[in-house]
């Protein structure tokens, strides 16, 4: 059984860095072929997708987040992790993390991240 | 960045009808490799997304059979044959062919 659960800081102030992790089971981020993805949710809005990373520390990220964001996984403890800098209101969201095997498949229940100051 | 463009926004039925959502992408979504990565994806009222369906028709196993994909390089369509009452919520197409992956900006069912 594929679970994946997201933890944050729940609310930071501008400029700060934020850090996610993704605690996943029932796959291993060393398996060929497998990934995972970030993606966020303003509240009451779409979705954006923000970073990939892949068995193989390949990495993706979104242009329009420019150098702000920092992917990396700990495999031994299954585990995948998000950095934002520099961080403002616009950041407010829910963010969650996805498997990646082909596509984003299973994701996880999300946590939510207040920007204010 | 490939726009994902979603038609209706929002869908109101009774249950056993036909629904019918369409997305068309502002480039073609077939890929060097002859797949087609455009896939759909459900998020309940309150609740995180879930897979539907991948490669444009691929239904996920535990997806059930009355829900259907079909389409080719940038026009697509999510088909439900009878919705029921499980099926509201908020229906996004999206893209993996080309970076950054792209969203459509949802469909809303509603159930009558």
């Known amino acids: 059984q594929v679970t994946l659960k997201e933890s944050g800081p729940g609310i930071l102030q501008p400029s700060q860095t934020l850090s996610l992790t993704c605690t996943f089971s029932g796959f291993s981020l060393s398996t060929y072929g497998m990934g995972v993805g970030w993606i966020r949710q303003p509240s009451g809005k779409g979705l954006e997708w923000l970073a990939n990373?892949?068995?193989?520390?390949?990495?993706y990220y979104n242009p329009s987040l420019k150098n702000r964001l920092t992917i990396s996984k700990d495999t031994s403890n299954n585990q995948a992790f998000l950095k934002i800098t520099n961080v403002d209101t616009a950041d407010t969201a829910t963010y969650y993390c996805?498997?990646?095997?082909?596509?984003?498949?299973?994701w996880g229940q999300g946590v939510m991240v207040t920007v204010s100051s | 960045d490939v726009v994902m463009t979603q038609t209706p926004v929002s869908l109101s039925l009774a249950i056993g009808q036909p629904a019918s959502i369409s997305c068309k992408s502002s480039?073609?979504?077939?890929?060097?490799?002859?797949?087609?990565?455009l896939n759909w994806i459900l998020q309940r009222p309150g609740q995180s997304p879930k897979r539907l369906i991948y490669q444009v028709s691929k239904l996920y196993s535990e997806v059930p059979d009355r829900f259907s994909g079909s389409g080719s390089e940038t026009e697509f369509t999510l088909k439900i044959s009878r919705v029921e009452a499980e099926d509201l919520g908020v229906y996004y197409c999206?893209?993996?062919?080309?970076?950054?992956?792209?969203f459509g900006s949802g469909t809303k069912l509603e159930i009558k």
């Open positions: 990373i892949w068995w193989d520390d390949d990495k």
């Open positions: 999206w893209q993996g062919t080309h970076f950054p992956l792209t």
């Open positions: 480039q073609s979504l077939l890929g060097t490799s002859g797949k087609t990565f």
């Open positions: 996805a498997r990646i095997r082909g596509e984003l498949d299973y």
